[in-house]
């Protein structure tokens, strides 16, 4: 549960409390889908979510000329995933959905989008007329092609570059080399 100070605070005379402290995940995860979408509908883009987690969170799709083209994303958010130099920003994934992702055979191509929060919830947006401030950034990686990770562990750790910013004119790179046949 988080506490900090508001002007409710001032008001109320009593801390603003968010709620949901055990939910921490679950709201990442909200949290992450609904900067997502701000950012897919900006690149002009549609979303689909499916009813069923299959190891994609996001079918996403740009439309131009009538020709459709679609890119699954999984999400993965994160308070501590940053390396010592902060360099990349790492995040567990199942083997099965490291398997799966970095596959070449044919199909759907898919992107790893991670999300880098605070830690404290009260820092995760500011409303500041005219404007919204959503803390913070998104990174992303294709994993096609990647090696097989050794051993026999449950989960893979997946290291996403600083340097690798996801937002909508990313988004909109990655679909126009998509359209003509290319690689994310």
């Known amino acids: ?87 990349a920003i790492s995040v567990p994934l199942s083997r099965l959905r490291y398997d799966e992702m970095r596959s070449t055979a044919p199909g759907m191509e898919s992107i790893l989008v991670v999300m880098d929060l605070p830690k404290d919830m009260a820092h995760w947006a500011r409303i500041h007329p005219p404007y919204s401030l959503m803390r913070h950034s998104l990174y992303w990686r294709p994993l096609r092609g990647m090696p097989a990770h050794p051993g026999h562990t449950k989960t893979v750790s997946v290291s996403v570059p600083r340097t690798s910013v996801f937002d909508d004119q990313v988004l909109c790179q990655i679909m126009a080399r998509l359209r003509v046949g290319g690689m994310p």
Not at 27 to 47: D, N, P, Y
Not at 78 to 84: L, R, Y
């Open 1 to 87: 549960m988080t506490v900090f100070a508001s002007t409710m605070e001032a008001t109320t005379g009593t801390p603003l409390v968010r709620g949901s402290s055990t939910r921490t995940t679950a709201l990442m995860e909200a949290f992450q889908e609904s900067v997502m979408g701000a950012i897919i509908a900006s690149a002009g883009c549609i979303s689909a979510r499916y009813s069923i987690d299959d190891g994609v969170d996001l079918h996403v799709t740009h439309k131009v000329d009538g020709v459709k083209v679609p890119l699954d994303v999984q999400l993965k958010s994160t308070t501590d995933g940053w390396n010592v130099a902060r360099t």
